[in-house]
């Protein structure tokens, strides 16, 4: 179900959507058949879990079709308890800026069961 907010709701959850106009240019400029490489950049980790893993599924599930080849780098920060972990967090921190997926995805098999279930 959409609203005229852009926020979708299902039973499990509420998501917001891009605009329709961003979603409908973007159809417009990707062929969905042609074999994708995605790449994100300390991008997700900024989104809450709940969007970030939306995020994921629109372009895995939605955008692209199971048929296509499709590929995903992931470059995100992990393992936020290490003596660096720590410092980077503070430092953020102090900016204002929380890294909101961090603590659930913040190991090397944390984001391999992430990509596993999304993508």
Do not use: W
Request: neutral net charge; aromatic residues 6%; glycine residues 4%.
């Amino acid at each position: 179900m959409t609203t005229n907010d852009n926020t979708i709701a299902s039973s499990s959850s509420t998501t917001t959507a891009p605009p329709p106009a961003a979603a409908a240019a973007l159809a417009k400029t990707i062929d969905p058949f042609l074999p994708t490489l995605l790449i994100s950049e300390c991008c997700l980790v900024y989104l809450s879990p709940q969007h970030a893993d939306a995020t994921i599924t629109h372009f895995t599930r939605t955008l692209f079709p199971p048929t296509t080849p499709l590929g995903l780098i992931l470059y995100e920060p992990i393992n936020p308890d290490t003596p660096f972990g720590k410092v980077m967090v503070a430092n953020l921190a102090a900016r204002g800026i929380v890294l909101q997926t961090l603590r659930k995805y913040g190991s090397v098999e944390a984001q391999r069961e992430r990509l596993r279930a999304y993508g």
